[in-house]
Structure formats: C-alpha cells, structure tokens
C-alpha cells in the first residue's frame, strides 16, 4: 500500500507493521514508494476488516501549500490485499469505491508543522474489526491511478521508533503546568502516562532550549505551532503518543492535568523516530568532549535523516536541503548503513532536476525556481561518488551517471571562459563575515567555478570507474582548462587571493579542489595558515569551507594546526556550543551562549547537521580509518592513525561489506600502540605516524607479518587482527 501523505493500515484491529509516516516523502507528481507487509497471521478464516486512518503529511499539508509548487490537496490511499488459498487459489483485495470513509475520527487535526489533536472522546471501539456497524459511513471518492506518477517499492527503511528516552528532570511553572527534559534533543514525539480528568485538554508543547526563567524557547520554531493536544474521554491516566506528525526537542510542557497532582518523571518519555538504519560506524576517544562531538553527530543525523535529509527538524522548514546533504554525506556513511537511504533520495534528486540541468536547493522542491546554488546542487555529483567510495556499489555511479553529467555540462553551458557567475547562498553562515552577510566574503563566482572544477574532476573518476575512458579523459581535460581559467582569475602569482576579500575558505576550494599551479600552491597555503593564526588559531569558515579545514591542513603536513582548531573551546568552534549545553549539531556556531543569549530567532536551529561533517575527519585521520577510492567498499583501505592534541587514544571501527574493520590508538609513555582489524578478503595500508615530521620506527607485536616495498614509508596489512608500536 501507499499514500499521498502518510498511512497507517489495521487489519481485524491489528496495527499492520511498525512503521511511522509512510510511505515517506518523494516528488509526488512522479514517484511514489509503496510498502509490503506479510499479514498471513491477521487474517481470519471467515470475515476479515482492513481500516485504514488517512493524514495529511507532507503532501496535503501545509509544509507544501506554503509555496504553488504543489496545489491544494487531498491525502489519498492506494493498497491491495494479496491472498493464496491452501487449495492454490487467490484472491485480490483493493481500495475502490465501495470502501466507506469516516471523517469523525479522534485524530482532528495532524499537521507536520503545527502537531496534532487528539479527541478521545471520539473514539471509535472495534471501528477495524468485524462486527463493527459503519451503516453511517460516508462513501468514499476513488480516482483512477493514472500513469504519470511511478508505484515503486520502497529502497530504503521506513521511520521507525529506534529508541525511548526517559526524562531526566521536571520542572513545575504553575498550576497543572509542568516542564520535562530529557536530557538529550531529539526527533520524534512523547509518550504520555499523565492523570487526567474528563473535561480538561492536555496542551503539550516543545522546545529545544529553555528561556532564563525555565519556560520553553520556542522564538525559533518560527511559524510551526509544533503543539499537540489531548482531549481525554475519562478521568484516570494516559497512554498517548502523536500518528502523523513529529517534532525536534528536548524540552516538553505539558499544561491541563490535575492542578493537585505530583510530577513524576514517569509521565513522559522522548520517542525517537528516524528512518530505521543499523549503526555501522564507531568512533571513541580519551578527550570527553571529542566523544560528546561524536554523539551529537550521530544524534544530528539521526534526526535529520527521517526519510529524507533535512536541514532541521523543528521550525517551520524541515526540507532537504541539497548543501547540507552534500557536506555531510562522507560522514554519514561511516555512522549509519545509509547507502539505500541515499539511492532512494538520489532518484528523487534525478526526478527534480531541471531541463536546463540545475538541481534544486531542496529535493524534494517545495521552492520555487530550478535553483541551483554551487555547493548545493553538486551533491549531485559528490554524493553518488562518494556512495561509491565507502560501498563499491558501480550501480550508484551507474544509475546516476546521467545526472552527474548534466549538472556539470550546466556549469559549463553557463561558463565564459571556464568561468562561472552563478547566483547561490556562498559560503553559508560564514562567522565575522565583513560584507555583514549570511553568503560569507567568499565570491560567489569563485564558489561557482571551484565546483565547476571539483564536478569535471569526479567526472572524470566516476566515468574511469565505469569503464568510459574517453569520457574520462574528457573530463580530466575540463578539470586543467578550469584550474587554469580558475588559478589566473582569482589568484595573484604569488598564490594570494586576488579578491576583494581574503577568505580561509577561497584557499580551502582551490586547494582541495586541486585548481592552482604548482607555483601557487605554497604560498597559498602559508596565506591560509596566516589568515588561521590572525583568527587566534580560529576558523573563519561556513557550510562550505569547514568541512575541507582540518582534512586541508593534514593533507598539507598543518594537522597540528586541525587538531588546535578543533580542539578550540571558544568562538568559533564545535567544542563552544558544546561548552553551551549542545547536544546536537547547530546551526550557527553561537546560536545559543550563557553570556548572550539566543541568536536570531529567524535561523537558529539547535539540531543542523552540516557542521558534523568534521566526523570524516575524526574516523579518517583522529583514529585513522580510511577509504581507497582507487579500491571502492573498503576492497584495500587505509589504516593512518595520526595522534594529536591533548589525545592520548582514539579509536574507530566500520561494519564494511567484507566484515568490521577497525584502527585504534593508545599512548604507553614514550610509544604508541595501534591495534587494527583488516576484514577477510581486504587488505590495507599501515601508514605510520610521524612525529615532527619523521616517521616513527615501528614493529610487529601480533599479527601477519609487516612488509613494505618502500623502506619503511607504508606497510601491507593482509586480513586479521594486527597489533604494532610505534616509537
């Protein structure tokens, strides 16, 4: 079965599955996913009932009326029931014109925005199952399916409940007015188990942070309501959670139960919903705010990843923002086994994108325009290729191949000189920006063209791995006339930035992206290094540019310096929200501060995964587990711990497609221990640490004997589990 908006199905009373906001959201005007369900032990040898409850979601409601994007809508529901007789016979149940509609239901309202009301009083005992007399029932309007939109099973897991939080603290305001915290932001809803009296609604209402005086700060949910109401039929003690919507929060008010009676934390508890993918990544540390880095990673992702990636989780917004994606996407592999999560919103990429080539700022687009931002829409490109890397899976690269292209060929369709002026937000919410704006000091034309440059490059890796050589070798050309039209454009010959503006990001893209001469490359890295130590050894970086800083200046011999900045603990940097109580992603890098408050109310998410992407480091380079794009699915991999900092161990593991792999450090006085698992079947490359730039001595403890072929630079790791000091 499946929706335009979200379902839930019973059979003979029975709730069918354990998912939640079916079938998920995916242009709707060309491809719908359906879900299957085995109900073999519901199903009666004589009468059997199938109800169905109906909401809004993401289709009718008013995330996507806020823009014409999509008209005016109804939610609708498609399903049939499949049966196999013992005598070999079937029989065929569908959703047709003679189901009956009931529109008095207790569910009155849902809305993803604005939350749900609940009337108990309206409840409709034994309304799926046999017996039950719906004489009164309206009949239903049934339209054909049509052949313009796409049935399709669903690639990827559907939402589900993963976890329960119990709450942590309560906090009486007034009168039957209590706040509950659960001592972590999450994504999902409550569950009720509160007193309650005939009469008297149940108002609940949530924040991620809390206003001075305890009350909840909800200035940042904008225009989304995000309140549920619970209308109770007796007086006693709920059992109550939400259907058809969810909300991002710590914090929950419950206003309405019995003046007289005592809060107990047992009233309410966080329900965490998100697409229901297993962990296949670890990372762990001896610095405890490194590991609270760590969580509130995984926690940002697991929020945001309720069946599409969205930016944010609670105001009036929820989208999927095609930047965000991008950045993220490498650090999102090595958490969570998201590989159909991302084929499944890759295909809707493929769907939105523009005749023209452009892909939307948002997939689905619910915004009006082709957009095409540089930096967003190019996770058309980076995000199949770097599915590719960390699974081996050609199909990804296959099946998006197409798109790849064409989002290029738009670059270079709107190019004057390998040059291009795009319109786009920049270098998002680059901190202390001179032009006083959200879109940094970074050129918008420089962003535009290292994208370019960076596109044609995977272009050209991606077609090598498909076996299209000359296209390879196309886009390997493209890559030089763009880092020679880039290099001149907007670098001196000394390697300086010839902009108005000299930003830690405009370095960090023509160095990653590898468009400046060999000449040019040396300078510009003492140039990005001088511009870090006027910052106070602080990043000056938005969306774009942090997630390149600390792999930038490791791969430039600088990871002294990645390490300072990521171990800062003032503004800017991960370890200041983290000092603020953070514990998810945020936004801005103060959108909260003890000494000054909140920040601006209209952008100021505390659950916003995009500067998680500094996790990639963490895994690659902190504990030293790495990919080869050269051997994509961990085939051959990297084993190049990099100790650092205050640290004195790290560690990291990944569930690859040949078993768990896994790199581990640990200081021992003056040497260093480094444990690492290579999975059958693969191989790796030990790379030993260097210590003021001389790499260490090291020797075999247990293991597969250590060979090199270069004297002692790199060293073969065959399948099992190695134990090595270095000293």
């Known amino acids: 079965m499946t929706a335009k908006g979200v379902f839930e199905a019973y059979l003979n009373g029975e709730r069918v599955g354990e998912d939640y906001m079916t079938p998920g959201w995916t242009p709707y005007d060309s491809r719908i996913e359906t879900l299957t369900y085995d109900v073999t032990d519901l199903l009666e040898p004589k009468q059997n009932v199938i109800g169905l409850v109906l909401g809004e979601g993401w289709y009718a409601g008013r995330m996507m009326r806020k823009t014409e994007v999509y008209p005016l809508a109804l939610p609708e529901v498609i399903a049939q029931l499949e049966v196999t007789y013992t005598d070999g016979s079937s029989e065929t149940v569908v959703t047709d014109r003679r189901w009956r509609a009931c529109t008095e239901g207790p569910i009155r309202f849902s809305g993803i925005y604005d939350g749900e009301v609940y009337d108990a009083k309206k409840e409709l005992p034994g ?149 229901d993918f297993d962990k296949t990544g670890s990372f762990v540390s001896s610095h405890g705010k490194l590991n609270q880095l760590q969580s509130n990673i995984t926690w940002g992702q697991r929020g945001n990843y309720l069946d599409i990636p969205t930016d944010c989780p609670q105001r009036d917004e929820r989208l999927g923002w095609t930047g965000d994606a991008q950045v993220f996407c490498p650090t999102s592999l090595f958490n969570y086994d998201v590989h159909s999560f991302w084929a499944s919103w890759l295909e809707s990429v493929r769907q939105e994108q523009s005749p023209a080539g452009l892909v939307p700022n948002v997939v689905p687009n619910t915004l009006p325009g082709d957009g095409g931002s540089p930096g967003w829409g190019d996770v058309a490109v980076v995000g199949p290729w770097e599915v590719y890397v960390r699974t081996g899976d050609t199909r990804i690269l296959d099946e998006n191949y197409e798109l790849m292209a064409r989002w290029t060929k738009a670059y270079e369709n709107q190019a004057k000189e390998y040059i291009v002026q795009r319109p786009g937000y920049g270098d998002w919410l680059q901190p202390y920006p001179e032009t006083k704006n ?112 600390a792999p930038q200046l490791d791969s430039l011999g600088r990871s002294d310096l990645a390490y300072q900045i990521l171990f800062k603990e003032t503004y800017p940097s991960w370890f200041y929200s983290i000092n603020q109580g953070a514990t998810t992603m945020w936004e801005r890098w103060n959108s909260y501060s ?134």
């Open 127 to 275: 309304w799926s199952e046999p017996g039950y007399d719906d004489a009164s029932w309206r009949g239903v309007t049934a339209t054909p399916v049509g052949t313009k939109v796409r049935l399709t099973p669903k690639r990827h897991h559907p939402v589900r409940a993963t976890e329960e939080l119990e709450s942590v603290h309560v906090n009486r305001l007034g009168p039957g007015r209590f706040v509950f915290d659960l001592g972590q932001n999450i994504v999902g809803w409550p569950r009720l188990r509160t007193p309650c009296e005939t009469g008297s609604p149940i108002t609940i209402r949530y924040a991620e942070m809390l206003n001075a005086d305890g009350s909840l700060y909800t200035e940042n949910y904008r225009g989304a309501k995000s309140t549920d109401r619970y209308v109770p039929a007796t007086d006693g003690v709920t059992d109550w959670s939400p259907s058809f919507t969810f909300h991002g929060f710590r914090y929950v008010e419950i206003s309405g139960v019995p003046e007289d009676a005592e809060p107990q934390l047992g009233w309410v508890s966080g329900v965490v919903l998100h697409s």
């Open 438 to 549: 959200s879109r940094s000091d970074t050129p918008l034309d420089l962003i535009a063209t290292a994208y370019f440059g960076r596109c044609a490059q995977l272009m050209s890796r991606a077609a090598a791995a498909l076996g299209r050589h000359s296209e390879a070798d196309a886009y390997a050309e493209l890559h030089q006339n763009v880092k020679r039209a880039f290099s001149k454009e907007f670098f001196d010959a000394d390697g300086r930035l010839a902009t108005k503006h000299e930003t830690q990001t405009g370095y960090l893209l023509a160095l990653a992206f590898d468009l400046l001469d060999s000449s040019q490359r040396e300078p510009a890295v003492k140039s990005l290094v001088a511009l870090i130590d006027q910052a106070g050894g602080h990043l000056r970086t938005g969306f774009l540019g942090t997630p390149l800083l």
């Open 594 to 727: 003890h000494d000054d408050g909140f920040g601006n109310a209209g952008m100021n998410s505390f659950n916003h995964y995009a500067y998680g992407a500094i996790g990639q480091w963490m895994y690659e380079r902190v504990a030293g587990l790495a990919p080869d794009p050269s051997c994509p699915g961990y085939k051959h991999f990297f084993i190049q711990p990099n100790p650092g900092g205050p640290l004195t161990s790290a560690a990291a593991s990944l569930d690859t497609p040949y078993g768990r792999a896994s790199c581990g450090w640990e200081e021992q006085g003056d040497r260093l221990l480094i444990v690492a698992v290579v999975p059958p079947n693969t191989t790796a490359t030990f790379l030993p640490p260097s210590v003021d730039g001389k790499l260490s001595k090291v020797r075999l403890v247990s293991g597969a004997e250590l060979s090199s072929s270069d004297g002692g630079a790199t060293f073969l790791l065959t399948p099992g589990r190695h134990e090595i000091v270095a000293d």
